[in-house]
């Protein structure tokens, strides 16, 4: 069998990613397309056990290196335990963030170095890339609206605003750097889930 792809939205909070994920997921199976659907932080006991501690409230003076050494972590283990069989066997994997979040959020928005950020990522992912990522940008105020609408704000939400417009234009400069691999679509506030679907499809497209 061939070796399958790696797929990854990515994007600022709230900007309905999980949402979109299963939207795809439905349309590659009905194409006939094996299809897994995956997250990070998590989709391993370890990871999940990492997922708690990163997003608990109680964690507020965990450190910007702290964070990217956990993200890598639950990565690693992800990458082993989950994505590489899965990619071996020829399966699309599907994954709500990867290695452009930890360089958006803690890189640009936590100032972490970037360089640094990318020679431990190297190892965490044991050199597995995403053939495509789509990174969902809806305007920051509403994404946060969005992501706290129906729920209590986790501790990465209830960082400042500063914080998230860092997150934001590091999202965007990966978009400049890497556009063959990194493609940027653009939301609007009226845009429904199925409009944001179908602008996610022409892309998807190109890859199939």
């Given at each position: 069998m061939s070796r399958g792809l790696l797929i990854t939205l990515e994007g600022g909070e709230g900007c309905g990613k999980s949402t979109q994920i299963r939207l795809l997921a439905a349309f590659l199976k009905k194409k006939g397309k094996s299809v897994f659907i995956t997250r990070e932080p998590g989709g391993?006991?370890?990871?999940?056990?990492?997922?708690?501690?990163?997003?608990?409230?109680?964690?507020?003076?965990?450190?910007?290196?702290?964070?990217?050494?956990?993200?890598?972590?639950?990565?690693?283990?992800?990458v082993q335990e989950v994505i590489a069989p899965r990619l071996k066997k020829g399966q699309i994997v599907l994954c709500d963030r990867w290695m452009d979040a930890t360089v958006a959020?803690?890189?640009?928005?936590?100032?972490?170095?970037?360089?640094?950020?990318?020679?431990?990522?190297?190892?965490?992912?044991?050199?597995?890339?995403?053939r495509l990522s789509i990174f969902l940008d809806l305007p920051l105020k509403e994404g946060l609206r969005r992501a706290t609408s129906h729920k209590k704000a986790d501790r990465m939400e209830q960082k400042n605003?500063?914080?998230?417009?860092?997150?934001?234009?590091?999202?965007?400069?990966?978009?400049?750097?890497?556009?063959?691999?990194?493609?940027?679509?653009?939301?609007?506030?009226?845009?429904?889930?199925?409009?944001?679907?179908?602008?996610?499809?022409?892309?998807?497209?190109?890859v199939l």
């Amino acid at each position: 069998m061939s070796r399958g792809l790696l797929i990854t939205l990515e994007g600022g909070e709230g900007c309905g990613k999980s949402t979109q994920i299963r939207l795809l997921a439905a349309f590659l199976k009905k194409k006939g397309k094996s299809v897994f659907i995956t997250r990070e932080p998590g989709g391993t006991r370890v990871g999940d056990g990492i997922r708690k501690v990163l997003l608990d409230n109680k964690n507020k003076k965990m450190t910007g290196i702290c964070e990217t050494l956990l993200y890598m972590a639950s990565r690693a283990q992800l990458v082993q335990e989950v994505i590489a069989p899965r990619l071996k066997k020829g399966q699309i994997v599907l994954c709500d963030r990867w290695m452009d979040a930890t360089v958006a959020y803690q890189g640009y928005g936590a100032g972490i170095d970037v360089r640094w950020i990318r020679s431990i990522g190297d190892k965490a992912t044991g050199g597995i890339r995403p053939r495509l990522s789509i990174f969902l940008d809806l305007p920051l105020k509403e994404g946060l609206r969005r992501a706290t609408s129906h729920k209590k704000a986790d501790r990465m939400e209830q960082k400042n605003l500063a914080f998230h417009k860092k997150v934001l234009e590091g999202y965007r400069a990966i978009a400049r750097s890497d556009a063959r691999r990194f493609k940027r679509v653009s939301i609007q506030i009226s845009d429904s889930v199925p409009t944001v679907h179908d602008k996610i499809k022409k892309e998807i497209l190109h890859v199939l």
